[in-house]
């Protein structure tokens, strides 16, 4: 699996993006998302951490799974964001498409916040 995938309680953190770009398997990233929605999984955080490259095939990637999460009636937002992606995000004009969390653990309680009780 060439994306990192991990759980802290009901959300799945998504990471390795960095090193995901220079792996052929990057394409499999959107299986790997599909299965985790099909265990039921619906609250993601991509964590955007040591990416220092921005081009067409990251920014597809990231809306490519943020398309299928949603699809499936889930969320995700963007998490730790390096300066290049903190640039991609207001270059492009993507905040209106992902919310951005200076942490994972910022990113993690705003699901905490949000769940219904």
Known sequence: MAINIRLDGDVTILSNFARLMNDPR???AARDVEDRLDLGE???VMEM???HETGAG???LLVTLTRLIR???GDVVLAHPS???RRLV???RMDDFWDVFDTVQEAIAFYRRHDPE
Do not use: C, Q, T, W
């Open 58 to 60: 990251l920014l597809g």
């Open 71 to 73: 699809k499936s009636r």
């Open 26 to 28: 990057h394409v499999d």
């Open 90 to 92: 207001d270059e492009m």
């Open 42 to 44: 619906r609250n993601f």
């Open 83 to 85: 300066p290049a992606i």
């Open 49 to 51: 951490s040591n990416v």
